[in-house]
T-cell receptor
Framework: KQEVTQIPAALSVPEGENLVLNCSFT??????LQWFRQDPGKGLTSLLL?????REQTSGRLNASLDKSSGRSTLYIAASQPGDSATYLC????????????FGKGTKLSVIP | EPEVTQTPSHQVTQMGQEVILRCVPI?????FYWYRQILGQKVEFLVS????????KSEIFDDQFSVERPDGSNFTLKIRSTKLEDSAMYFC????????????FGPGTRLTVT
């Protein structure tokens, strides 16, 4: 059964700092990995989808990497801003051929002005 | 930019009542999903739907739950007889294709069962 772990559970950084969020998963037979952002009481905003054949995917100040063999992904946020404060979720398919996503519990990021 | 929409944003119901949560997926998407998030917990998969039938469902999705695409645009989740433990945020999602494609989520419906 796929399990996703995100470390740290919470992170507080001063504005302007670069930071890394970590995600690990147990079943490496995945097609892709998705990073989401969730604001309090709100829906999930897709940030990046990284396919299993890719090692990195970039969108603006965000860069996601994927090491499928070791079951790890990182989300790098450059030059953090207070507007980046949110919970960041990582999700992977539950197994080969599965449509369902298994989510981690998330990392709650606070960027202090 | 196209987005998934959900109504209502908040629904309060009494235990034992039936509720229908509604979603309008992105128009050219073919795969539809329901997830839920109990307060403070992980987002959990409920069901996926393709070509007018359920393609996958979780253990949570028991006989009390059903899904339907009643027309070309709406996708609904029905809970027949709500329980206190059904209180959660319910998210609809859609994707253009299957496993290789990005899933796009709606803003959610907060269901409170009293």
């Amino acid at each position: 059964k796929q399990e996703v772990t995100q470390i740290p559970a919470a992170l507080s950084v001063p504005e302007g700092e670069n930071l890394v969020l970590n995600c690990s998963f147990t079943d490496s037979a995945i097609y892709n990995l998705q990073w989401f952002r969730q604001d309090p009481g709100k829906g999930l905003t897709s940030l990046l989808l990284i396919q299993s054949s890719q090692r990195e995917q970039t969108s603006g100040r965000l860069n996601a990497s994927l090491d499928k063999s070791s079951g790890r992904s990182t989300l790098y946020i450059a030059a953090s801003q207070p507007g980046d404060s949110a919970t960041y979720l990582c999700a992977v398919p539950s197994g080969a051929g599965s449509y369902q996503l298994t989510f981690g519990k998330g990392t709650k990021l606070s960027v202090i002005p | 930019e196209p987005e998934v929409t959900q109504t209502p944003s908040h629904q309060v119901t009494q235990m034992g009542q039936e509720v229908i949560l509604r979603c309008v997926p992105i128009s050219n998407h073919l795969y539809f999903y329901w997830y839920r998030q109990i307060l403070g917990q992980k987002v959990e998969f409920l069901v996926s739907f393709y070509n007018n039938e359920i393609s996958e469902k979780s253990e949570i999705f028991d006989d009390q739950f059903s899904v339907e695409r009643p027309d070309g645009s709406n996708f609904t989740l029905k809970i027949r007889s709500t329980k206190l433990e059904d209180s959660a945020m319910y998210f609809c999602a859609s994707s253009e294709g299957g496993q290789y494609y990005e899933q796009y989520f709606g803003p959610g419906t907060r269901l409170t069962v009293t």
